[in-house]
């Protein structure tokens, strides 16, 4: 394995050395496994098998397990393995020998190797012989952690099957003994399965159980924390083990998505200008430290919600700000990650949404990469909770989301950014969206300028129609969009909040002091009741990203060394010299963008509930006349 800073080296040499023993494991193994009290012979002349009426529930008996034949029997009629077989079976040789030789690098970071050839010569006695049993199953366990983990990396496949694959019968005596039980589960699981897919599909659900049963059993072992700190790399493989920070998710693929450049987005100037920022603060997170500056120094954007009216320009920013981070990864040379969670991963299964999304979070919050993840049109994705015609699927979903976005459990490194995005953010569960830090309206292009800007801009130039009396692309400067954008919230713009703006203003005067902020808060709060705790630290947060709303030089990002590649001391110090503060202008703004919102999915919420009661007034009335009519002709019977 090779190292960059921080990673554990293991040779080839190493774990070719182990290739004999896996070799025979795959070919041939002995396991004892529990008894579950029923004969395997059948009763003649039925289906039915004999059950003792003695309990044999804790006792055990071996069985032989040959799991190249297994993957042989699954196309009995050929007798060479195609491709699918032949990987799913190497991988297993592999990941075996990869986790022997985890398992023996383990044992010279601890004091197990010593204690191991001490034993040999003569037991162990007391104290120690305790501390070398422990050792022991510890090492048991970073085996079987790592060849599922090695497994479910390295062999690719469709989504597993949610409730079929059952949890393998763990054994902790030594690495050998973890291992062959995780051969065993494997043999069971991909036994009569029809074809390669379902192979490979019940592989892969093989290693996701295991990882979660043994994540689930970590508390069992307090001889792991060597293990935990463990970052190894197998380039040659593509296999990366990073401690327990995040079950290991999918094997990355290159990404391939069509990027947007900022000036092919017209109009959504507050929208495309934060995204911008957002690109740049992702990737000044710190690896050795596993940190962001922006985290500690305020502004940092873990979650956000994009809202407007379809064909307004949702999908063409986020391939700007993943095509921007995408941008500057390579320039530094980090692992990137972006992912999509859509209805495609809402499942029939019970729990298996839950499964999905919380893949899908982790993969993106893992701390050895920069991520960003979207959830498009989260209405459909994620219930509220009130909703009893949404699918169970659907509300694992926002119950995950939850928890994951601001849980009791939920750390903000700042190598990543999720953002929601939806046509109907009021369909969105009140407390989901509230977990949003900040709400981006992209509502398009609105004035003159735009909409002669976004035609010249698609119409392209293959023709000879004069421009006219307008200097193109002017109004789209940045600056001074974003300036115009944050001036218009002066004053709120909802009509529910302005009355509140008003009354409070007459009442009051202009807000001049803390209390006076205070005070419209608690008015806005009476006003909107969803208008919470959640609500002030959004608020607050979006006003600390506005005082770190700084122009970061475009040359910190044109080289490695500028910026991206300096320690994280370094970096504090570069940004806080550029921080400024923030004024009352900003906090009233940051204010009424942040309560606008609220009261535009609330007004929102109300008209569509209007407008179906106008609706079934209108049917009723129109069943009136019809049947009046049909009663004069003769033709209504009672």
Known sequence: ???????????????????????????????????????????????????????????????????GKTIQAIRPDDQMLSIPQHTLLFRSRRGLAVALAVAEMFGRQTDLESLQSRNAGAPLQGEEAERFKRLLTASAYVAAFSFAAYILQTVDGESEPANDTEEPDFLFDTPQDALKSL????????????????????????????????????????????????????????????????????????????????????????????????????????????????????????????????????????????????????????????????????????????????????????????????????????????????????????????????????????????????????????????????????????????????????????????LGDHELFVSQEIKQAVARSYDGH???QEEGLLSVWEVFEKEHGKVKTIADIGAYLHRIKLAEPRFTGRAIKNITDAIKMRAMDIDLPDVWFETPEAFMHKSYDDKVAMISELRKPFTIDMVLQEINRYADSEFRYTDRSDATAVDDIIRRERQRERAIREIEEMKRDGRWQT
């Not at 025979?24 to 004892?32: A, E, P």
């Not at 979660?212 to 040659?236: K, M, P, V, W, Y």
């Open 183 to 466: 051969i065993a589960g494997l043999d069971a699981a991909i036994a009569g399965a029809p074809d390669e897919v379902t192979m490979t599909a019940r592989a892969r659900a093989l290693a996701r159980v295991a990882i979660e049963g043994l994540i689930s059993r970590r508390g069992r072992f307090d001889a792991l924390s060597a293990f935990a700190q463990t970052h190894l790399r197998l380039e040659s493989d593509n296999f990366t083990l990073d401690g327990f920070d995040v079950a290991p998710g999918q094997r990355r693929k290159p990404l391939v998505m069509s990027f947007k450049k900022p000036n092919e987005i017209i109009g959504n100037h507050l929208a495309k200008h934060q995204a911008m920022r957002l690109a740049r603060m992702i990737v000044a997170y710190d690896f050795d430290r596993q940190l962001n500056p922006f985290v500690e120094l305020g502004g940092f954007l873990f979650t956000f919600m994009g809202d407007g009216a379809p064909g307004t320009g949702k999908t063409i920013l986020i391939q700007m700000l993943a095509g921007m981070i995408n941008d500057y990864c390579e320039v530094a040379g980090y692992p990137f990650h972006y992912e999509n969670f859509g209805v495609d991963q809402i499942s029939s299964y019970q729990g298996k949404s839950g499964q999905n999304c919380k893949a899908f979070v982790d993969n993106v919050l893992n701390p050895r990469a920069i991520g960003f993840g979207t959830v498009d049109d989260i209405d459909q994705v994620a219930a509220k909770r009130s909703d009893d015609r949404a699918s169970s699927g659907q509300q694992e979903v926002t119950a995950v989301l939850m928890e994951s976005f601001a849980g009791a459990s939920t750390v903000v490194r700042g190598n990543c950014s999720f953002g929601m995005f939806s046509n109907y953010p009021e369909n969105v569960d009140d407390a989901l969206r509230q977990r949003a830090g900040a709400r981006w309206l992209v509502d398009g292009p609105q004035s003159l300028d735009d909409y002669i800007d976004i035609f010249a801009l698609l119409a392209g130039k293959n023709h000879s129609i004069p």
């Open 490 to 492: 002066d004053r709120p």
């Open 1 to 67: 394995m090779s190292q960059t800073t921080g990673l554990t080296t293991i040779s080839e040499d190493d774990i070719a050395k182990h290739r004999p023993l896996a070799q025979s494991m795959v070919t041939r193994v002995i396991v004892m496994e529990k008894q579950d009290g029923t004969s395997s012979t059948p009763l003649a002349g039925t289906n039915r098998r004999f059950v003792s009426t003695v309990s044999t529930s804790g006792m055990r008996r071996t069985r032989e397990i040959e799991l």
